[in-house]
């Protein structure tokens, strides 16, 4: 995953596309990991999508400093917006207050306003427990009024990315989203009345391909139109439709919801989200590890991998063995296999992963080889020739590919195919 600026209304995001900024909601208390449902962040959803915001990921995370730390950072890197809600009480357990300090390298001051707030609330209501803690605010953080409770919540800005912490009743959270949170997120990123869009990734296919495949769609005739993007990952549709907001969302919803249909596993994401993100969170979740053994890819699948923050919790070692005398020592491939086969074959594509999933101990083990030219290629053999292999959970997945384009161009192709078999094998 590439470094990214954050994106802003009117600027160019993904691949010439006007992005939608990206937002998150992180929802804290170790209560909430029993619950089925977490209202708050359901309420957010729908308002943030109201607002034109591409929402990323909802997490539920416990009242555990490092935990919370983790969460906050990893969001900091992928969203515009993230909206925290609970952990902002006077209890020793809260602690939202104390870990975005700490991300954000601010001090915790001691605010009079705050104090005097507190305390009046207090005298009217005295079974209500006064902690001068709940006085400490992060330096630069706006404070959000909160009409029905006594948590107030915080908007604090760090390198473009606006953080929001609001207090966990759903009520309160309700009541200080309509006060103040949605007027600030309505002018820093105003957009365009009756203009809605959604951005749908896929790999696999040509540019002509995905439009084979959609060239009768019609869905809501002049409501939907649909836009490409190509590039050596994939190609990415971007669905747009105007007009009144209810009648624009359903027309889009029956627009993804044929093209899902058409483009089958082809499709692989939306927004921004790239594949090792999708597979790195399958991973994490099913609790699975990850070693991965390159040749023509050069290191670029390992690279991708542990871009994502998080992904020591899956991703064990990447190898680099380019000659077949680093084959045999690293991954103690056959020489005769070698030698019978090729070094670009099916057969030592699947060898790697094993090997590689073998000497490392993951749970699985993912391979590729193949001729990324411009020299290299025989007879048999030619420039754009891949196999990539996944090996665990009771098979070996060997795939082959014919990709075009220059070395750059079938290097990145490779890593995005092999990272796409991974994915699917995942999911299946």
Known sequence: METRTAVRRGGKGLRGFEAAPRAEC??????????KTETNSRFLTEELGRLGFDLRLKTVVGDREND????????????????????????????????????????LVFQEAMRERFQEASIA????????????????????????????????????????????????????????????????????????????????????????????????????????????????????????????????????ATLRDRLDHFLYGEGQQELEEIAGLILAQRRLTLAVAESCTGGLLAQRITSVPGSSRYFDRGVVCYSNASKTALLDLSLRLLELHGSVSREVAGAMAEGVRFISGTTLGLGVTGIAGPSGATLTKPVGLVYGAV?????????????????????????????????RMLMT
């Open 125 to 256: 209501q005295p079974r209500l427990k006064w902690s001068e803690r709940q006085a400490l605010i992060p330096t630069g953080a706006s404070v959000l009024p909160n009409p029905l409770g006594t948590v107030a919540g915080l908007l604090l800005e760090e390198g473009g990315r606006i953080v929001i912490a609001l207090p966990g009743t759903p009520a309160e959270v309700e009541a200080v989203f309509a006060d103040s949170v949605r007027p600030r997120l309505e002018e820093r990123f105003p957009r365009r009345k009756g203009a809605y869009a959604r951005i749908l990734r896929t790999t696999g296919l040509s540019e002509t391909e995905v439009a084979g495949r959609i060239r009768d769609l019609r869905v809501a005739p002049g409501r939907v139109s649909i836009q490409f993007a190509s590039g050596p990952r994939g190609v990415d549709l971007r669905l747009a439709a105007g007009g009144e907001e209810r009648g624009a969302l359903q027309a889009l919803d029956a627009a993804e």
């Open 391 to 423: 090996a665990g959970l009771g098979e070996t997945r060997v795939e082959e590919w014919r990709l075009e384009g220059d070395r750059r161009a079938i290097r990145e192709q490779a890593a995005q195919r092999s990272l796409d078999l991974l994915r």
């Open 26 to 35: 992180v929802a804290v208390g170790s209560e909430l990991l029993a619950e």
């Open 68 to 107: 919370i730390e983790e969460v906050l950072s990893q969001a900091l890197h992928r969203s515009d917006v993230i909206i925290l809600t609970g952990g902002l009480g006077p209890a020793e357990d809260d602690l939202t207050k104390k870990v975005l300090a700490r991300v954000l390298k601010r001090r």
